[in-house]
């Protein structure tokens, strides 16, 4: 175990509709980063953020946006959701520094979220 | 374009056979290459990161290859068992405020 958790674990939603995903790192890491998986297909990175600032931003349009606590917990929010909006959603907690840099990466068990 | 291709979708193997899984990318000179497992349903695991610099990283049965010159990084699991069977997948990041890319991985399994 990662000691990453996210829930809920699985989402319906309809097209249109807002969603919030919600995220726990693990105690002490300060940087968490989102990342959608469709399936077949590898994580993408959506954004990360730093000690509660956004601090990168990968291909995702702004309906998606995010929040980080103090408590080491994170949020990812999409707006007017779409039916290609569907896929699993991962966040990932690391120690401190920017996304990937030789800095290990601890995954929770994702959110599956299906967009009807 | 950057890409990222993993040779190939799935992998059929033996057990006791040594599984080896192919990382090839373009358009990028990355700083980093980690190689991460994932189960159905659950986040990927880290496993091994091995530097530009390096050629060769370890871990238990686990062996990893960087060639830059080849573009490309090689991972393989000797000795492999059935609860090996997962999706691997590769992820590179190019410098130090980038985040991870990630291929699509490959599904290995390892039949007994």
């Known amino acids: 175990e990662t000691g990453v958790t996210q829930s809920p674990t699985h989402l319906i939603k309809t097209r249109g509709q807002q969603v919030t995903l919600r995220c726990s790192s693990q105690s002490g890491h300060n940087t968490v980063s989102w990342y959608q998986q469709a399936l077949g297909q590898g994580p993408q990175f959506i954004f990360q953020y730093y000690r509660e600032e956004e601090n990168g931003r990968g291909n995702f349009p702004p309906r998606f946006s995010g929040l980080q606590f103090p408590n080491y917990s994170s949020e990812l929010n999409v707006n007017a959701l779409e039916l290609d909006d569907s896929a699993l959603y991962l966040c990932?907690?690391?120690?401190?520094?920017?996304?990937?840099?030789?800095?290990?990466?601890?995954f929770g068990p994702g959110t599956r979220l299906t967009v009807l | 374009s950057q890409k990222i291709e993993q040779n190939s979708e799935a992998l059929n193997i033996q057990e006791g056979k040594t599984a080896t899984l192919t990382c090839n990318y373009t358009?990028?000179?990355?700083?980093?290459l980690q190689w991460y497992r994932q189960d159905p349903g659950r986040g990927p695991v880290f496993l091994l990161l091995i530097r530009e610099n390096e050629k060769e990283k370890r871990k238990e049965r686990l062996k990893v290859t960087f060639d830059t010159t080849l573009k490309q990084s090689l991972f393989h699991i000797t000795a492999s068992q059935p609860a090996d069977s997962a999706t691997y997948l590769c992820?590179?990041?190019?410098?130090?405020?980038?985040?991870?890319?990630f291929g699509k991985g490959t599904r290995l399994s390892v039949i007994a």
């Open positions: 358009n990028y000179s990355p700083a980093y």
């Open positions: 990932a907690s690391s120690l401190d520094g920017l996304a990937g840099v030789a800095d290990t990466q601890y």
């Open positions: 992820a590179l990041v190019r410098s130090g405020n980038t985040p991870l890319v």
